[in-house]
């Protein structure tokens, strides 16, 4: 198990709309929200938790572009260059005949990259056990998270109460 | 808000007036049961008829292609014949997964999960065929480009054969990635339910998942891209299959019309097996009220439109080579229709045009039992324009002195049971281990397309409307 050496405080609600308003309630504030657990994702989120875009389709198009080159100029290599033959009278350098491969080859470097990517930057693999608050998360409670650094207990508690969890614990993980 | 806006001519997409609690209990749960004896004598009989596909699988290897009734003229029979098939099949997944996400079609989530895995289990399929025709399996890694002893000799980039294999190779690499990614989060489900070493099994094929809101919102933004790139890789991937034939210089072949006609055939195919397993997993698993009639009668509806496409294309052909005035391809046509094969254009003209032309008719979409009926008629419709294309082409070429008929051995017969049962024994571990429903996908949709929210039957009602149904609050 992952160990993050920190002190959590949350809140499990019942419905993911509850849980979006405490989070606003949260920015209005100014409490420094750790993170939300939920058991699917809640439009909105992002933006009420103030989370920047993700960047992992650009570098899903960056892949791709590997990918084109890798396909288009590997095959030119091995056409012109290092062992030219001619099929059935075509060309030493048949560009039609490279599209069905070069789009191939960028849907899958796209692809993989992109997936590998994503398991890296989450920290998710096989074998990998993330510290969980609550097993109920990934069923049909959802969590709201401080960090007992940022904000402090009574604070919390207050919050919670207002907010409707209806249920506060502490953790240390 | 999460409710969202929902046009009152949608139905509902989950019955039962589920929660969130009910629909993980609902889900996890055929995992977690033993397995019933219906899902016993079902396994049984795929792993057996599996066993014997490979035992005839050995016996062409050992024996070699002999051991199949191709000949001269009949360079392909039934392998490509069942390639073609396999992979046509594979393509109502990636369409399920992909092109209805990026339409947003919420139906698709009660059948997207079962899709896609029957799409990889039926690429598996269909790749065995070329690995085995070729022969000499053992130096089958000649298919793919490596910088080799040989000269270095590369494949021919010009052949739409090799193209087939990065086609195929990425088509099978991709869809496991997509369905893959949408499991973590459902094995995170069954992981926190469960306990002891089973419980260490679902934390692995979980990758350690908790649902926290950064990882969700990448897991969002890698689906619709991956959902991008599916979209029209699936459809390259049958055009490149159809590439196989067009590019080809025989009568009945030589068309341009084969990609577009492939692609809506291989959805029509597939639409049709994702209605032979929905209708029996719903059945055996109780998932009625997840995979309802209302998915049913959808995917109906585009097995009509298909099969409407594929008839087009069929009289488009006829109509073209008579109105080319190529006397070989009059011949090609001709022969199709009223030649030795003639029985399989029949069934194949009444499987795929004029049975589907039934479910106009919106008792009958909505039928179960006519639905199985008829997703058995269109999986053999599918399978007999295949041969049609492949044998009945082959069996008449240039040089009448070559004409023959093609018969399968018994050997030929048994690999493609054999893949039935290989599909069916995947297909049922596949229930026993994932769930089969997308578990966090129609918690997503539940306050638009459950049947509390929407309908008629509905309890809960949109903002806008609580002053007028306050009599309906008390059920809450």
Wanted: aromatic letters at 16%; a neutral charge.
């Amino acid at each position: 198990m992952r160990q993050l050496n920190k002190n959590v405080i949350y809140g499990i609600y019942s419905d993911e709309e509850l849980l979006l308003s405490a989070v606003r309630n949260a920015k209005s504030k100014h409490l420094e929200v750790m993170d939300v657990f939920t058991p699917f994702p809640v439009h909105g989120m992002d933006q009420a938790l103030g989370l920047e875009e993700s960047r992992l389709h650009q570098a899903g198009f960056v892949y791709g572009a590997i990918g084109t080159l890798t396909a288009f100029l590997g095959m030119t290599w091995i056409m012109t260059s290092d062992w030219p033959i001619i099929f059935g009278g075509k060309p030493y350098w048949p560009v039609p005949s490279y599209i069905p491969i070069v789009f191939e080859l960028t849907v899958l470097f796209a692809s993989w990259g992109m997936t590998i990517t994503f398991y890296t930057i989450c920290g998710l693999w096989p074998g990998v056990s993330n510290p969980q608050l609550d097993l109920r998360t990934t069923d049909d409670k959802f969590c709201l998270a401080f960090d007992k650094n940022d904000v402090s207990e009574s604070v919390a508690r207050a919050f919670f109460n207002e907010t409707g969890a209806e249920e506060v614990n502490t953790k240390s993980i | 808000m999460s409710g969202g806006i929902v046009a009152p001519v949608r139905k509902p997409l989950i019955e039962g007036h589920k929660t969130y609690h009910q629909i993980t209990e609902d889900l996890c749960s055929p995992t977690e049961r033993t397995p019933s004896r219906a899902w016993i004598i079902a396994f049984i009989v795929a792993s057996s008829t599996l066993a014997f596909g490979v035992f005839c699988i050995l016996w062409t290897i050992w024996m070699g292609i002999g051991s199949w009734n191709l000949n001269r003229t009949i360079g392909w029979g039934y392998d490509i014949t069942n390639f073609v098939w396999w992979i046509g099949i594979g393509h109502a997944g990636t369409l399920i997964s992909a092109i209805l996400l990026l339409f947003r079609q919420r139906w698709r989530t009660g059948v997207n999960r079962a899709a896609e895995a029957m799409t990889i289990f039926a690429v598996i399929c269909a790749a065995l065929f070329p690995a085995i025709h070729v022969g000499r399996i053992w130096v089958v890694f000649y298919f793919f480009p490596y910088p080799n002893t040989r000269g270095a000799l590369w494949p021919n980039f010009n052949s739409p054969l090799l193209w087939d294999v990065f086609a195929i190779s990425t088509y099978f690499s991709v869809s496991l990635l997509f369905w893959y990614t949408g499991l973590v989060p459902d094995f995170a489900s069954v992981r926190n339910r469960a306990s002891g070493f089973r419980k260490k099994i679902y934390n692995a094929l979980s990758f350690g998942w908790t649902g926290s809101a950064k990882h969700w919102q990448r897991w969002e933004s890698l689906s619709l891209v991956l959902a991008g790139l599916s979209t029209p890789l699936v459809l390259s991937v049958h055009t490149i299959v159809s590439f196989d034939f067009a590019t080809s210089v025989i009568p009945g072949w030589h068309t341009t019309i084969f990609p577009p006609y492939f692609v809506a055939g291989a959805i029509f195919s597939g639409f049709a097996m994702v209605q032979t397993l929905m209708v029996m997993t719903r059945k055996i698993l109780k998932l009625e009220q997840y995979i309802t009639l209302e998915h049913i009668e959808s995917m109906n509806k585009v097995i009509l439109v298909t099969g409407t496409v594929v008839g087009v294309a069929y009289l488009t052909e006829l109509f073209i080579a008579w109105y080319s005035g190529y006397v070989y391809e009059q011949f090609a046509f001709f022969n199709r229709a009223m030649g030795v094969y003639w029985w399989s254009y029949f069934g194949m003209m009444s499987c795929n045009v004029i049975s589907p032309q039934l479910f106009w008719v919106k008792k009958l979409r909505r039928s179960v039992f006519f639905t199985f009926f008829m997703s058995i008629f269109v999986n053999i419709g599918m399978w007999f324009e295949r041969f049609v294309i492949i044998a009945t082409t082959l069996a008449r070429d240039y040089l009448p002195s070559s004409w023959s008929y093609y018969k399968p051995t018994w050997v030929e017969i048994g690999i493609f049971v054999g893949t039935l049962g290989l599909f069916f024994t995947f297909y049922l571990i596949f229930v026993r281990v994932a769930p089969v429903v997308a578990i966090a996908e129609v918690k997503h949709i539940l306050k638009v397309g459950g049947d509390q929210y929407i309908g008629e039957n509905a309890i809960h009602r949109h903002k806008d409307e609580h002053a007028t149904h306050h009599d309906h609050h008390q059920h809450h």
